[in-house]
């Protein structure tokens, strides 16, 4: 059952390019069937879960190829699965502009497959077969355009996600030798009749392993691979580089937090000190570049570096609210930052229009498209009623309450990168909406809003910006849940 | 404000971009967000070309060997460690020599039952007079074993680098009868009388090398050396009437497989503790020692072969 | 420094010799000179192997008489060993004379830097 | 509380139906013909959402929580009398700067957008005012800000769009610097809820009180962004001059009034004045506050464009209040809700004769505007008597605050300060007088050698002037029953 | 004694005695000679192996009538035996990989020359992997430089020559050093054969006699090896060697011949010096720093590499670094690593050159990277299997990399003094060598617009397709079960202590 939901995108996937579809539309209904069918299983899963562990292969020695449902993987995966089908239905449409279609649903659908794997993985080397198999599946996605940048973008890609895991590869290790198993336990493996006297040594080679999962991340001297990735098609930025893989390194730290190392062994120590530093810095790195940044995709690129930097922030708190208001930003940013990418997605489908300054009165051309990114850019700003407010408060009341001095300036760290947001966010809702006086209306006359297909995901998303902002307490008591480990 | 300041060095000093922020006239960051769009990539042929030219002026220098300082100097220190470090090895291996067990002793740890039993048992156990053939052909075969298929090897990556095909063959030829001697008389002449006694003589120490100093290696060498004279003296033409590549090829197959064919035999007898058919005949006898004699002799074909062939590739690229 | 280094004068000489082929082969940048320095460390090798072998008094192993006593003769073992590291420095020596022909009749010199340069120069 | 919900939610809801029905035409023309049922609706709306804000202090006194946010993050509403003045204050100048901008925004474009964001601005500031934990508060300031901001860039100009930008910016990153000491003070306090005297938790007193100053200074300086105190008043001056003259208006005497709200909660509901008394948080705030007054009579009396000294003394008059409030003593804090309203009509009146003048004229700089007076005489009484309050002479209400504040000040006994502050405000006032009547002398008498000849009646029309005279005659007659008012101002800060 | 007993033996012998024979064969002859004594002495090693296996210890096999210390002897225990079956099946599949490629490099009339020295290639190697005497594995150790020296220069370029020529310098430095050290410790134990040197070295350190000299010809031998195996600093003639020779040449040298001697250091280590009296020398700190830096600058030196095989010629300097790196660690668990990473890089690196060279013909045999743009889409199996190569060689699970790169960390961890610096060391090689490799792999999958050169198709290249699929199962093989290979390389070295 649990390796199923994994091989069903693997299977769907392959099979794009060797079913001859006759038309378009057979294409998109085989795909859509498999991936809805694959995320309701992933749900049923998910309710119905059980707390075995489904052993798929031994690889060597003690280490394992395994699955296992547990609360984190719940959130991912659900996560996931709830988007994976409107991005589909969206790329549909995007990709009708797009040459080697087949090639990208390929390697699309084997994104999926691959990301539930590191949701589902049950231990450690699992997840870590994973997280390389997803650096090497969405590399063609990256550079599915063939151009130039899209060659230099997938490289710097490769090169970022590969050595990262390299390093990340040391915690593993670590955890191998110094643990009493790789599984995943809340708390953490580590065994202290091991690390006794080895304290600094696995302290440095946590903070290493957070720097290599923190690629995927995009926490700051390796970030820069992210906005050069945003020449991939939207559909693959919006939902790979927003959600699924560069969640995957901030899930793939929270799990090497809390569920390997564990807190108590990190918590107060230098380490804990070092990455917040690290992720501090790169929530206000990733706004002011994102302030300077002129082109559309590659400004909300930064805005993802910030925010993702939010996660790992509520991360390093290392405190079971820490890991809630990490939960929270987790599920409620890759809401928020799919819609926006959607939306700039839509602009480029519809206008072609790449640049911010490009965007001058569209605003009245494209009302839902631009109404739906002005809800969004208020939603990743933080203002209260809308999803971005709650996460942000669930991350500085996890700070707060952890009483740690840099956390409290992490606060502030917070409260900066918003109001940069706010710059970066809303002088495009103010360009598109008040173009200015001298604005020729000509020259954005054709344009108008996307198709259902575009806008349908666009407006569930948005809906549940909404209600996430204003009622999100089942699934905050649910991050609680599982931050308390009683799932 | 006693004194008035031209404007332009006015607006420079902090009180007055101070006043201006006060007054809300400037912002931090209006400059920032106006941005040009940034350049799309354009292919630069006139760039690509100079940047070429500038790697080829680059490389110039670089291989410019003459006047390069950078690499005279790499030179001098390359050639300055190598002669530190060697000074340093002779000096590490003369403190390891001083630590060596003295020289001309008996009572060293290489004088110890193995060659003891060499001495003790070899004429019995090998037939063989002189021990140390005895030793390197039958206690250690496989080692010569080795030894000569070493030979075999060099000659195949000689023949190889320096075999010539057919055209080249004779264009080399040509070039070849240029130089050579031809006609020497007195050469010839001492030749006539040397030759024979040279190959008689190799033909006796291969014979005699399980019974004295000798053996195939150095018998075949001497012969190898007759068959140089020979060449010498009366050139390409007159050996290859009994000597040429076809030769050399079946002499050796036939020497080595024998060779092979016969240790392996030995061997296998040897490892699974058969009993050998090999006779070892009377020690001091020309025929005793078992293997070794006829051993000795495919060497010595070998060898002989392989000397000629050396010189007359090197000479010439082909027989 | 330990006791025996003038009692082994011999094998000192060897290791002088052996580094100074070890130089040359380093060192020289004339093809022909390396193959010389080549043989300089195998003769030298050879001579310490031989001093390895001997004993005062003794004689080669060569059985006269049929004295088959350990008191009579020299250890063998090293003059084999000699034997045959001498057919494996033939065969190199062979080879690497063959490799600097090939390369003399191409390049014209003897030189190896000169040849890198010019390969260099080639481009290939 | 249906009039609370009410008054907030229809002018929201109202203002989106404009936004949406009135949708202009993309080419950029002017509405023209069809402006009436436009106007026709929003003095509709208007009205009524001013009987409902005004309805509801009279039906509903105790909180109610509209929903949570979370779990511990009610939205939550209740009216007390310091909400009910400042949206007294905001309905009054909100009805009559909307009426005005009947009329003057007839030269501008796209007006339904305009009254839409109006409406909402209404709905908003009802929703601020009625305010019943610092949740719900600052949840509506972030909101006030972002729906004031079209107002701000209206015209659509380079410059406009710039100012917008800029008071967003100054705005929000003050709301975030309050966003912080919200995040600190909820662990910190048992409630987030207005209570009067503070909700401080003792153990977090003892704990960390050194920490909770900071809090509380920031705090200060977050909320005071909005109300224009210095180092963050540089939008004030930049907003003011590009908006259309009863934005101006509604920005100068109730928006910024927001932020003097914010801080009247934070200090007497949240923190308690106890807790903040004679600290260095006070003693650093009120320089603060002396500094912006001072400086923003510096530089309204060097600045030659008329809307843009009104914004510096804006700047300079709104921290009068802060002043008073920094001193945290009864006298001050009745000179201080006093000045509130004083300034909020009297800047309001200013605001909307500036506008008129430009309107009608076009004349934005103070020295083209030699012999106004004897163009729209009545516009440049009003002025005249608007600015007499606003400098304090009797009888107006602007005496009478700094009266109160004067006063406060002598009897606070803090060292320096209690003397300099009433110094400082004397010298502020007289500068006041030194940037603001010289266009009525300039205006009445514009010299001997002014050519009289080229001037016409230019008096506006009723629509205008209408609301002029309102907000020029309620300082008037705040000042006239000086003891009246304060007695209501005393029973609300003693009954809070 | 059980027939089998004989198979090493006769691996040996068939492999040399076929090299002769293929001597007076015709070139199509010889090649069949060839792949049937590879295909035999394979399965002779296979059947060895599982005899092994099944026994569970090894054995003695007596060259000639006489015992040690007497006569030569050679061994065999499970490592050897799996070596050996090893190096058979990479040889067969490099051979097969690159034959289609020989007509074009080699002048017909020497291809049964190139078959000579591949089979006494063979040979020698089979020789070193199951000798028990340092004198026949000196001989031996020469016979491969040689032939290795042959299979350089067999494709007559000048670089190749120029590069045999270099190879045979450091290659006798090697020798000579070796010789030395090993003459050095005949004088201390008066043995040739490894159990019996053994032994006596035990007692000399017991004795605490000729301690100084004991090191010196340790190190010396240890140098020897170092160089012939091209370890970081003595790297020089590797890139031309590799990068010109013909591909099976690149593809046996760079995976086969190194190995062969680093294998024998590994005897020389275990059953000459002893394991832990080797570990308590500081050789193996030595050891551990230019593996450590050869794993650095083998891989700087491959990213400023333009040319595909020279490039994967400097990622063998890279890797070997990983193998000395291993030996330094001084434990089992790095010595298990070290051997493994030999299988693994072995596997990948002849996988790597025989792609390459699929890849270069579709590109007018231009080996620039500039003229490699989409060279994958023109030969797709080419592409495949360089990017599975690459990818092993990056470390990704699924493949054999990971593993080593695994073991070596796992073995790292537990060395007190070592550990940061290796783990460390490993992961910025990794970064590296994803760098360079995945340069390649995206290039090769990059289409540049019209490319002037045509592809080929399945068909064309039947065999060479089959060889690169058996190469990356080998590869996957070794990835993924690699829990059985660990455990007989566990077996072998505990053989042979």
């Known amino acids: 059952m649990i390796i199923s939901v994994i091989l069903i995108p693997f299977i769907a996937g392959i099979l794009v390019p060797i079913i001859p579809f006759q038309k378009r539309w057979q294409k998109e209904v085989f795909l859509e069937t498999a991936v809805v069918l694959n995320s309701i299983l992933v749900w049923y899963l998910l309710l119905h879960h059980s707390d075995s562990t489904f052993l798929l292969a031994h690889f060597t020695g003690n280490l394992n190829i395994s699955f296992r449902v547990d609360g984190m993987s719940m959130v991912f995966a659900g996560l996931v699965s709830a988007l994976w089908p409107f991005a589909t239905l969206y790329a549909f449409e995007y990709m009708t502009k797009e040459k080697h279609e087949n090639v990208f649903f390929l390697f699309y659908t084997l994104t999926y497959g691959v990301t539930l794997g590191i949701a589902l993985a049950a231990n450690l080397l699992t997840m870590y077969f994973f997280y390389e198999l997803l650096t090497l599946v969405t590399v063609p996605l990256v550079m599915h355009t063939l151009t130039r940048e899209a060659i230099l973008a997938s490289r710097k890609y490769l090169y970022y996600s590969l050595g990262g895991a390299a390093f990340a590869f040391l915690g593993l290790i670590m955890v191998i030798v110094y643990g009493s198993t790789t599984d995943f336990i809340l708390g953490g493996v580590l065994d202290p009749a091991k690390t006794v006297g080895k304290t600094n040594v696995l302290l440095l080679i946590y903070v290493m392993a957070f720097m290599g999962f923190g690629v995927k991340a995009a926490v700051c001297p390796f970030n820069s691979w992210l906005p050069q990735a945003s020449v991939a098609p939207t559909p693959v930025t919006a939902l790979l580089h927003a959600v699924a893989v560069v969640k995957s390194g901030a899930f793939a730290i929270i799990r090497l937090t809390y569920y390997s190392f564990g807190t108590d062994f990190l918590k107060g120590t230098w380490a804990q000190d070092v990455v917040m530093a690290v992720v501090m810095f790169t929530i206000v790195y990733g706004c002011s570049r994102a302030v300077k940044e002129t082109h559309l995709k590659r400004r909300l690129a930064y805005s993802t570096i910030s925010n993702l930097s939010y996660i790992l922030f509520g991360a390093v708190i290392m405190t079971p609210l820490g890991l809630v208001g990490a939960l929270t930003h987790l599920v409620f940013h890759a809401v928020m930052k799919i819609s926006s990418f959607f939306c700039a997605g839509a602009i480029m489908h519809q206008t072609d229009r790449h640049y911010v300054h490009e965007l001058n009165g569209l605003g009245y051309k494209m009302p839902c498209v631009f109404g739906i990114f002005t809800v969004a850019s208020l939603a990743l700003m933080g203002v209260p009623g809308l999803a971005g407010f709650v996460s942000k408060w669930n991350l500085a009341q996890a700070a707060v309450e952890s009483g740690n001095p840099l956390a409290w300036g992490g606060i502030a760290c917070l409260l900066v990168s918003a109001l940069l947001t706010a710059i970066y966010m809303l002088t495009i809702v103010v360009r598109a909406f008040f173009p200015g006086k001298d604005f020729d209306y000509g020259t954005v006359s054709g344009i108008r809003d996307p198709n259902w297909k575009m806008l349908l995901p666009l407006f569930i998303f948005t809906v549940f910006i909404i209600l996430f902002g204003v009622y999100s307490q089942p699934l905050v008591d649910f991050f609680m849940e599982v931050a308390g480990g009683n799932i | 404000m006693s004194k008035k300041r031209p404007a332009s060095e006015y607006q420079k000093t902090f009180a007055f971009r101070f006043f201006r922020w006060l007054s809300g006239e400037k912002d931090p960051y209006i400059g920032e967000m106006e941005m040009h769009p940034q350049e799309e990539y354009q292919p630069d042929r006139e760039a690509a070309l100079r940047h070429e030219r500038e790697h080829d002026a680059i490389m110039d220098k670089v291989y410019d060997t003459e006047h390069n300082r950078s690499l005279h100097l790499f030179h001098r220190l390359y050639q300055a460690t190598s002669i530190l470090f060697c000074l340093f090895l002779i000096a590490l291996l003369l403190v390891t020599i001083s630590y060596l067990p003295a020289t001309g002793t008996v009572n060293r740890p290489v004088n110890n039952e193995v060659a003891k039993r060499y001495i003790e048992k070899g004429l019995e156990e090998t037939g063989a007079v002189n021990i140390v053939a005895g030793m390197i052909l039958d206690y250690r075969a496989f080692d010569t074993l080795g030894e000569s298929h070493v030979l075999f090897v060099a000659t195949i990556t000689v023949l190889i680098l320096l075999r010539l095909n057919k055209t080249q063959k004779d264009e080399a030829e040509i070039s070849d009868r240029r130089f050579e001697p031809k006609n020497d008389a007195i050469l010839q002449l001492v030749a006539t009388f040397l030759v024979p006694v040279i190959i008689i003589f190799g033909i006796y120490i291969i014979l005699n090398g399980h019974l004295g100093p000798g053996g195939g290696f150095s018998g075949g060498a001497v012969i190898g050396a007759g068959l140089v004279l020979y060449l010498n003296a009366f050139g390409f033409k007159k050996t290859e009437r009994f000597f040429t590549e076809k030769t050399y090829k079946w002499v050796c197959f036939f020497s080595l497989s024998f060779y092979c064919l016969a240790k392996s035999y030995s061997f296998y007898t040897g490892a699974n503790q058969l009993h050998s058919v090999i006779p070892k005949g009377t020690p001091g006898a020309i025929l005793s020692s078992g293997l070794i004699l006829p051993l000795n002799i495919a060497v010595g074909l070998v060898v002989a072969c392989t000397i000629y062939a050396f010189y007359a590739m090197f000479r010439k690229g082909g027989f | 420094m330990g006791p025996n280094l003038f009692t082994n004068y011999g094998e000192a000489v060897s290791a002088v010799l052996f580094c100074i082929g070890f130089t040359n082969l380093l060192l020289q940048t004339n093809l022909i000179k390396k193959i010389i320095g080549l043989n300089i460390m195998d003769s030298a090798i050879y001579l310490f192997l031989a001093e390895k072998g001997y004993i005062a008094g003794r004689v080669a192993p060569i059985v006269v008489n049929g004295v088959t006593s350990t008191e009579a003769y020299i250890n063998p073992i090293p003059s084999g060993l000699v034997l045959t590291g001498i057919v494996v420095s033939v065969s190199v020596t062979a080879l690497m004379l063959s490799l600097t022909i090939r390369l003399y009749t191409r390049y014209h010199t003897l030189n190896l830097d000169e040849i890198s340069m010019q390969l260099k120069k080639e481009g290939k | 509380m249906y009039f609370i919900l009410l008054s907030i939610f229809f002018p929201i809801l109202a203002g989106l139906f404009l936004l949406i029905r009135f949708r202009t035409p993309l080419s950029g023309e002017k509405a023209g013909t069809d402006r009436k049922p436009l106007l026709v609706l929003t003095g509709i709306f208007l009205v009524i959402t001013a009987v409902f804000a005004f309805a509801a202090p009279l039906t509903a006194r105790e909180g109610f929580t509209l929903f949570y946010l979370t779990e511990t993050l009610p939205i939550y509403f209740r009216i007390d009398s310091v909400g009910q003045l400042f949206s007294l204050l905001a309905v009054i100048v909100l009805l009559c700067a909307g009426f005005f901008s009947f009329s003057y925004m007839k030269h501008e474009e796209r007006e339904s957008r305009y009254y839409g964001f109006y409406l909402i601005l209404f709905g908003v500031l009802n929703a601020l005012c009625f305010a019943g934990n610092l949740i719900t508060f600052y949840l509506f300031f972030e909101l006030l800000t972002l729906s004031s901001m079209p107002l701000v860039l209206h015209n659509g100009s380079r410059e406009a769009i710039m100012a917008g930008l800029k008071y967003l910016f100054y705005s929000l990153c003050g709301a975030y610097g309050a966003l912080f000491g919200i995040y600190f003070l909820y662990q910190s306090c048992d409630t987030l809820t207005f209570t009067a005297g503070g909700v401080l938790k003792e153990t977090a007193v003892t704990q960390h009180g050194g920490f909770l100053l900071l809090t509380a200074f920031v705090m200060l300086l977050g909320f005071g962004v909005k109300a224009g105190m210095f180092p963050m008043h540089a939008w004030l001056p930049t907003a003011h001059p590009v908006a259309p003259a009863p934005a101006s208006a509604v920005l100068s005497a109730v928006i910024v009034k927001a932020g003097v709200l914010a801080v009247v909660r934070i200090t007497g509901y949240i923190f308690g004045t106890g807790f903040l008394r004679g600290t260095w948080v006070q003693t650093v705030w009120m320089c603060l506050t002396l500094i912006t007054v001072f400086m923003g009579s510096m530089l309204a009396y060097r600045e030659p464009v008329l809307k843009k000294r009104l914004a510096y003394s804006t700047v300079s008059q709104l921290s009068y209040i802060l002043f008073g409030l920094a001193v945290m003593n009864e006298a001050s804090l009745v000179g201080s809700l006093f000045q509130v309203l004083a300034h909020g009509f009297v800047k309001a009146a200013l605001f909307l004769c500036a506008g008129a003048i430009i309107y009608k004229t076009g004349k934005t700089r103070v020295e083209e505007m030699r012999g106004i007076g004897k163009e729209m005489p009545l516009t440049m009484w009003c002025w005249t008597i608007a600015s007499l309050g606003l400098v304090g002479i009797p009888p107006t209400g602007g005496f009478v605050s700094k009266w109160y504040l004067a006063l406060g000040s002598l009897k606070s006994g803090l060292p320096v300060l209690d003397v300099l502050g009433p110094i400082i405000l004397l010298v502020s006032a007289l500068l006041t007088a030194g940037y603001l009547l010289p266009l009525t002398i300039h205006g009445f008498f514009p010299g001997g050698d002014y050519d009289y000849s080229g001037l016409q009646k230019k008096e506006p029309r009723k629509l205008m002037t209408v609301p002029i005279l309102i907000l020029t005659s309620l300082p008037v007659v705040i000042g006239l029953f000086p003891d009246t008012i304060a007695g209501i101002i005393l029973m609300a800060v003693k009954g809070r | ?497």
Not at chain 5, 66 to 90: H, Q, S, T
Not at chain 5, 153 to 181: C, D, K, N, P
């Open chain 5, 1 to 497: 004694m059980n027939f089998i007993c004989n198979f090493p033996f006769f691996s040996i012998l068939l492999s040399l005695f076929s090299g002769t024979v293929c001597s007076v064969l015709p070139a199509k002859a010889a090649k069949a000679v060839n792949r049937v004594v590879i295909i035999a002495v394979g399965l002779m090693s296979a059947v060895l192996l599982l005899y092994l296996l099944s026994t569970g210890e090894s054995f003695i096999y007596w060259m000639g009538h006489f015992p040690a210390p007497w006569g030569n002897e050679i061994r065999a225990g499970v490592l050897e035996a799996g070596m050996a079956l090893f190096f058979c099946i990479i040889m067969y599949l490099s051979m097969a990989g690159g034959a289609h490629k020989l007509p074009g490099e080699v002048v017909e009339s020497k291809h049964n020359l190139y078959y000579i020295l591949v089979n006494l290639l063979l040979s020698s190697l089979l020789a070193l992997v199951y000798t028990n005497d340092m004198f026949t594995a000196y001989v031996f150790v020469e016979i491969n430089t040689i032939s290795a020296c042959g299979l350089i220069m067999i494709r007559q370029v000048g670089r190749t020559i120029e590069a045999a020529v270099r190879y045979m310098i450091m290659s006798l430095l090697g020798s000579g050093l070796l010789l030395f050290g090993l003459c050095i410790m005949y004088d201390l134990t008066g043995h040739l054969l490894m159990s019996n040197i053994k032994e006596s070295v035990a007692q000399l350190i017991a004795a605490g006699e000729y301690q100084i000299p004991l090191i010196v010809s340790v190190a010396l031998m240890c140098i020897g090896l170092c160089i012939k195996s091209a370890l970081f600093p003595f790297h020089a003639w590797l890139p031309d060697a590799y990068g010109y020779s013909t591909v099976s040449s690149a593809a046996i040298l760079s995976s086969l011949v190194s190995k062969g001697y680093i294998f024998l250091l590994i005897k020389i280590i275990y059953r000459v010096i002893g394991f832990d009296i080797f570990n308590s020398t500081r050789i193996i700190d030595v050891l551990f720093v230019f593996g450590l830096m050869g794993m650095i600058f083998g891989s700087l030196s491959a990213i400023k590499e333009n040319d595909i095989r020279r490039m994967i010629a400097f990622s063998s300097v890279a890797q070997i670094g990983y193998i000395y790196m291993g030996f330094g660690m001084g434990t089992q668990a790095g010595m298990v690593a070290s051997v493994f990473h030999i299988l693994s890089h072995a596997a990948t690196k002849s996988l790597l050159f025989i792609a390459a060279i699929g890849l270069t013909d579709v590109s007018g045999g231009s080996r620039k990277f500039i003229d490699l743009t989409g060279a994958a889409y023109r030969n797709k199996w080419a592409g495949v299997a360089f990017t599975a190569g690459s990818l092993s060689m990056v470390g990704i699970p699924l493949f054999s990399g990971f593993i080593s790169k695994l073991l070596f960390a796992q073995a790292a961890v537990q060395v007190e003094g070592k550990m940061l610096a290796s783990l460390i060391v490993l992961g910025i090689s990794t970064v590296l060598n994803a760098i360079y490799f995945m340069k390649t792999v995206i290039r090769i999958y990059t289409t540049a617009g019209e490319s002037p050169y045509s592809g080929v198709t399945f068909r064309d290249m039947k065999a060479y397709a089959v060889t690169l699929l058996f190469f990356i199962l080998l590869n996957v093989a070794l990835g993924v079960s690699s829990q059985p290979v660990v455990n007989m390389i566990e077996q072998g070295l505990a053989m042979f202590a």
